[in-house]
């Protein structure tokens, strides 16, 4: 069992910078821990975060508490490494989800057209933002039709000046 519902940590090597690939860590690949439920079940807030394990950690187990307490709590993406959540959200993918969520197109390829893009480079996109569980497809006829299950999606990259205990070596 994941340590909290609606919570994914990446590696802190898992971009590939130079290749500008993104990869996932591969045991979250296998978890596919939201497929058992359906998009209108899913929380309402999506939020990708850049904070290291131990304050991930720390904010995964006050959304498990909210949880068991019956409140909603967002789903979580958190990337150790900003170049991570850099390489994940460039500004052609923002203005895909953006797209998406102001109006669900009706295939890939509408999609395409209404961002003036190549329907392989919008497909490629897409098949990332899947990746990650941030978009979602359904079949319709022979088209598959992209959308976000999450009303909001918010972005948080966290830096902090180092704690001056941090730099003491031990004894």
């Given amino acids: ?3 909290e519902p609606n919570s994914n940590t990446r590696d802190e090597n898992s971009t590939d910078t130079d290749q500008g690939e993104i990869m996932i860590d591969e045991a979250e690949a296998e978890a596919d821990f939201l497929d058992d439920r359906e998009p209108e079940d899913y929380p309402s807030v999506l939020r990708i975060t850049s904070e290291s ?5 720390q904010n995964a187990l006050d959304r498990l508490d909210r949880w068991e307490a019956g409140e909603e709590v967002p789903h979580v993406i958190n ?3 900003p170049s991570d959540l850099r390489a994940l959200l460039t500004d052609r993918r923002v203005e895909l989800l953006r797209s998406i969520m102001r109006e669900r197109p009706d295939s890939i390829r509408q999609l395409a057209e209404r961002l003036v893009r190549d329907v ?35 972005v948080s990259l966290q830096i902090t000046t180092p704690n001056s205990a941090d730099d003491i070596a031990p004894a």
Avoid: C, W
């Fill in 1 to 3: 069992m994941s340590e």
């Fill in 53 to 57: 394990e131990e304050t991930h950690r």
């Fill in 79 to 81: 990337f150790q490494n």
């Fill in 120 to 154: 392989k480079t919008v497909h490629d996109d897409l098949q990332v933002l899947a990746d990650y569980d941030i978009v979602h497809f359904e079949q319709a006829g022979r088209a598959k039709r992209p959308f976000v299950p999450y009303d909001t999606i918010e």
